[in-house]
């Protein structure tokens, strides 16, 4: 029933890393971008990444330029988000998302239409 399953979030200390997953559950759906979002208890939901299926093109919210790497794997149907450096304030549930879509800004979480469960990320300080 999910079509994305996320995984590898957990508890993690302040300048630690955690390396998140993004599978396809069974077969693969159309998309040209994978984006990553967060949402922290008490806020809305944020972009934090998005990758193109065919361009190999990578974006970035500047809250996490320079710490997160975005990749994909698209033998695996599966993307991936390397967080390093992690700070306190990157505590949220990480959901993956797929967009159908070209047109428009890959921040905007309207423009995805199919999304995983989340998956738990908590950094202390």
């Known amino acids: 029933q999910v079509p994305w399953v996320e995984s590898g979030g957990g508890l993690v200390r302040a300048g630690g890393s955690l390396r998140l997953s993004c599978a396809a559950s069974?077969?693969?759906?159309?998309?040209?971008?994978m984006g990553w979002f967060r949402q922290a208890p008490g806020k809305e939901r944020e972009f934090v990444a998005a990758i193109s299926w065919s361009g190999g093109s990578t974006y970035y919210a500047d809250s996490v330029k320079g710490r997160f790497t975005i990749s994909r794997d698209n033998a695996k149907n599966t993307v991936n988000l390397q967080m390093n450096s992690l700070k306190p304030e990157d505590t949220a549930v990480y959901y993956c998302?797929?967009?159908?879509?070209?047109?428009?800004?890959?921040?905007?979480?309207?423009?995805?239409?199919?999304w995983g469960q989340g998956t738990q990320v908590t950094v202390s300080s």
């Open positions: 998302a797929s967009r159908p879509v070209v047109a428009g800004s890959v921040v905007d979480g309207t423009s995805y239409d199919y």
């Open positions: 069974g077969r693969t759906l159309r998309s040209y971008y």
